[in-house]
């Protein structure tokens, strides 16, 4: 598989305001980050609440530049947002006076070099692919978290970008609707061979999407270890492989590296005490 992204020695540091003298303090995010993505390959990146996944996402996507070391796709450097690149944030990010349809043709209105006609084929395209034919006319109000969600998937696929950057687009949703879409990020990830980063802090996501896990561990923001995933995922939404032996190795395998990094951050005297 060739590399479709690198990230080489990649560090993010911020200015921030210091709680007791307010002083501007650099606070170091990301510290000699190195993480390869290959074309077509779905990767996913775990790791507790603030140890700066949404920031690896945000350098990838271009929307910032780090502190230090490279990032490239297909080998040339990333300087800013591109067509290659899409993004889904967890926040339903649609346009409120279009409709499911509008929402979708708008992404392609963006991307120009197409008909009113074809946009509007190519929008009921995506739109049944993620299985809202029927509800391309509804306005976003009249929409429920999950389809909202499938509409700006559909969006962000339909100007056919090479790499889709998911920033826990799952997050704000019911267990049972989050697990349906896990199913079928799957099935479009095979049928569409797009290469998908997804990040997210729920070890089960990780482990059901990632053909590899990259955990990271905070204080500063690094890779830990990255894991490759062995599972017939041909099975899901058949059999429940998160129900399998070899799914629960996996998932026990990262619970543990996130709980080791848990116990190293608590000082000595409260785990005596603990
Ligand atoms: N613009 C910024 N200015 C200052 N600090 C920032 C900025 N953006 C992020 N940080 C800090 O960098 C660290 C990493 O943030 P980031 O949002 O990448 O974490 P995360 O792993 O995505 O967290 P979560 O899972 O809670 O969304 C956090 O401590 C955050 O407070």
Redesign the pocket.
């Known amino acids: 598989m060739s590399s479709r992204i690198e990230l080489s020695h990649v560090g993010?540091t911020?200015?921030?305001r210091g709680d007791d003298d307010k002083q501007l303090r650099e606070?170091v995010?990301?510290d000699d980050v190195d993480l390869t993505v290959g074309a077509g390959e779905f990767l996913t990146l775990v790791?507790?609440?603030?140890?700066?996944?949404?920031?690896?996402?945000?350098l990838i996507a271009g929307l910032?530049t780090p502190s230090s070391g490279r990032l490239t796709i297909d080998g040339r450097p990333i300087t800013g947002p591109g067509l290659d690149r899409s993004v889904v944030f967890?926040q339903y990010t649609l346009l409120p006076w279009r409709t499911a349809a509008a929402n979708v043709e708008f992404a392609l209105e963006a991307k120009g070099g197409s008909t009113k006609r074809q946009r509007a084929a190519t929008a009921r395209e995506y739109l049944e692919l993620v299985g809202l034919s029927e509800f391309a006319n509804r306005y976003p109000h009249e929409l429920s978290g999950g389809m909202k969600q499938r509409v700006a998937i559909a969006r962000s696929l339909s100007y056919e970008p090479e790499v889709l950057l998911m920033?826990?687009p799952f997050g704000a949703l019911d267990a049972q609707t989050r697990e349906r879409l896990q199913e079928e990020l799957v099935g479009i990830w095979r049928r569409l061979g797009t290469t998908i980063v997804f990040?997210t802090?729920d070890i089960e996501e990780a482990v059901f999407l990632g053909q590899r896990v990259a955990v990271?561990s905070?204080?500063p923001?690094r890779i830990r270890e990255t894991i490759g995933i062995d599972l017939d995922r041909d099975d899901a939404g058949e059999t429940d492989i998160r129900a399998s032996r070899r799914f629960g190795d996996y998932r026990h395998h990262v619970w543990s590296l996130l709980r080791q990094q848990h116990l190293d951050a608590v000082p000595d005297k409260e785990l005596a005490s603990a």
């Open positions: 993010q911020f200015w921030v606070f995010a990301l790791g507790p609440s603030g140890c700066g996944k949404s920031t690896v996402l945000d910032a967890q920033d826990e990040i802090h990271m905070s204080r923001g």
